[in-house]
């Protein structure tokens, strides 16, 4: 009888235990699942917090078991041993693009952790004793010790983590990203060895840059810029300060737009200021020695030098506009150049066009001003809400020159538009990562002719990711059969083409979008002679304009038709001014 009492003593000591440690873990993994811990290293802490939990309640369970059978073995009835699982339910969290992460929730995730990790090693030891003094394995006791020999390592990382992001980010709602890579960076995979690359950039490193720009432009990583904001987000001032002296620092996405603005504008003097030097010893080396080889070489720096002409003359502030960002540029190769109207980093709405055949560097101050007509368009109806409008010359589109028939460069393959299609799905990870938190934030993608296919390879790349909604304007196809294959709700892929419009009549690429099986919707556009349709969607007035405008504010139920030939529209946005778009591919 004595056996069958400590036994049962000994159960119900147990019981006791199990009662109030088995649901420890509950709030901590309540708070990973009621808040957008997406992203890096949080599914993986999730995972393992998921794993852990399970753990501590078989173990509880295991002991009891092993208890009440002593128990009947030393004549005792079978003690009823409880259910310790446990549900933990919540309101599905809002993973919006632009959703920001609660402090509070994260602080709160931190002291769960922490009391469980103060208060599990007893009750393991507790239960150990237990099994132990009756001659029953201890591994339960023990099993629990390692829960809160794990529980208390995270509860140390994450505090440490948690110091440092609130000592250098103001605010009580932090970018996901931060969260991803900052709170969760112990548990967020890195194969390509990025966090290594930024450790190896903060201290200077040049040609770290270049390999995470080379990572950058593979578009292979969507947390890639989560990363480098989580990174930039918990520097000190000082480091801030010296990196964005580093030559194409500012070419990073993921850092703040005003950051890669004030280094791209910098880095561009300095170019500036080395090409002229090398100009000018050039200019003496061609009258000093009467060498023809020596012109190609003049005429290479003179060419970059013009490149940089352009790019200035860009970025003159234009009245009534927001000032411009330089988001990105380089004047080696085909060319590049991204620049914002507006800061998207703050914006409740960033519209981004993509140009095709024949855009470059060389013709981009029509692009520009095509983002300018969007900007004024788009802000006319917006209300309270900022805009900003950005031309993403990004890759190195189809040209009308001989490689035309080179198939990596031709407008009749699809070549071009994959590899511009990674840089775009990356470039927009950085807009993601590094926008202020916001609720009602959306962001826009425009693709016109070449460029919706290039938009189309980075809808598919970052399935639901990209953007809220999708413009696509003279399409020639975009590399699938139907809306839904570019991964999101084909509601929110918009066509507009002009009845005349021959390019978006090819259907080179796929099926063509402006067809209705291609499960699209279409927003009226003008009419335009054959001549003039390719280039007719920006012209001031037009319904296309308008109609754009109102796609970019999400107004889907205010689109206008095209009035009747030779009369004038019933609905006209107020004034855009006399300025027109250039008329280009």
């Not at 208390?152 to 605010?171: F, W, Y």
């Not at 980093?345 to 983002?371: F, H, K, N, P």
């Not at 975009?478 to 294959?485: D, N």
């Not at 304009?545 to 109102?550: E, I, K, T, Y």
Request: glycine content about 12%.
């Amino acid at each position: 009888m004595a056996d069958h009492r400590a036994a049962l003593a000994a159960y119900e000591r147990a019981a006791a235990l199990a009662a109030g440690h088995h649901a420890d873990l509950d709030p901590a993994t309540r708070l990973t699942h009621a808040h957008a811990w997406v992203g890096g290293g949080a599914p993986a802490f999730a995972d393992a917090l998921s794993r852990h939990r399970s753990a501590l309640q078989s173990s509880l369970t295991g002991a009891l078991h092993a208890l009440a059978l002593l128990v009947v073995r030393h004549g005792g009835p079978a003690p009823a041993v409880p259910a310790l699982t446990t549900s933990v339910t919540t309101l599905a969290p809002t993973a919006g693009r632009f959703q920001g992460i609660d402090v509070d929730a994260m602080t709160a995730l931190v002291a769960s952790l922490s009391r469980v990790a103060h208060t599990l090693p007893v009750a393991g030891a507790r239960l150990a004793a237990e099994l132990s003094g009756l001659g029953l394995s201890a591994e339960p006791g023990h099993a629990l010790g390692r829960i809160a020999t794990w529980t208390a390592a995270q509860s140390d990382d994450l505090r440490r983590r948690l110091h440092r992001i609130r000592e250098t980010v103001p605010g009580l709602s932090l970018p996901a990203g931060l969260a991803a890579y900052g709170l969760f960076g112990a548990h967020a995979a890195d194969p390509a060895g990025a966090e290594r690359l930024l450790a190896r950039a903060g201290a200077g490193d040049e040609e770290a840059v270049t390999r995470l720009l080379t990572l950058q432009d593979g578009g292979a990583d969507p947390g890639l810029a989560a990363r480098i904001a989580a990174w930039w987000t918990t520097l000190s001032a000082g480091t801030r300060e010296r990196l964005t002296t580093l030559p194409r620092f500012g070419l990073l996405n993921g850092l703040p737009a005003t950051t890669r603005d004030r280094a791209n504008r910098q880095w561009l003097a300095e170019q500036r200021a080395r090409l002229e030097r090398e100009l000018g010893t050039a200019t003496a080396d061609l009258g000093r020695l009467a060498d023809p080889g020596l012109l190609g070489g003049w005429e290479r720096i003179a060419a970059r030098l013009r490149r940089l002409d352009l790019i200035e003359a860009g970025l003159r502030p234009v009245a009534g506009h927001p000032e411009p960002l330089l988001l990105a540029f380089d004047v080696t190769g085909q060319g590049r150049l991204v620049v914002s109207w507006g800061d998207p980093d703050t914006a409740d709405i960033t519209v981004t066009s993509v140009s095709g055949l024949t855009s470059g560097l060389d013709a981009a101050q029509g692009d520009l001003e095509r983002s300018r007509a969007l900007w004024r368009q788009a802000r006319a109806t917006s209300g309270d809400r900022s805009i900003a409008s950005i031309t993403w010359l990004g890759y190195d589109a189809p040209q009308l020159d001989p490689g035309l028939f080179d198939v990596t460069k031709s407008v009749a393959a699809d070549d071009a538009a994959r590899k511009g299609g990674r840089a775009l799905a990356a470039f927009a990870d950085g807009l993601h990562a590094a926008h202020a938190p916001s609720a009602r934030a959306r962001s826009v993608m425009i693709g016109h002719s070449y460029g919706s296919l290039t938009t189309g390879h980075a809808a598919v790349l970052r399935r639901g990711r990209l953007a809220d909604d999708l413009i696509l304007i003279g399409s020639p196809g975009v590399g699938v059969e139907h809306a839904s294959g570019l991964g999101m709700d084909p509601a929110h892929v918009w066509v507009g083409e002009a009845g005349n419009d021959p390019v978006a009549a090819l259907g080179r690429f796929g099926r063509d979008p402006g067809d209705d099986s291609f499960g699209a919707r279409h927003f009226p556009v003008g009419r335009e002679p054959f001549t003039e349709a390719h280039s007719c969607y920006w012209t001031p007035h037009s319904p296309s304009l308008r109609n754009m405008g109102r796609l970019i504010n999400g107004q889907y139920d205010m689109l206008t038709a095209p009035a009747p030939l030779n009369t004038t529209p019933q609905l006209l946005m107020p004034e855009l001014g006399p300025d027109s778009p250039s008329s280009k591919e």
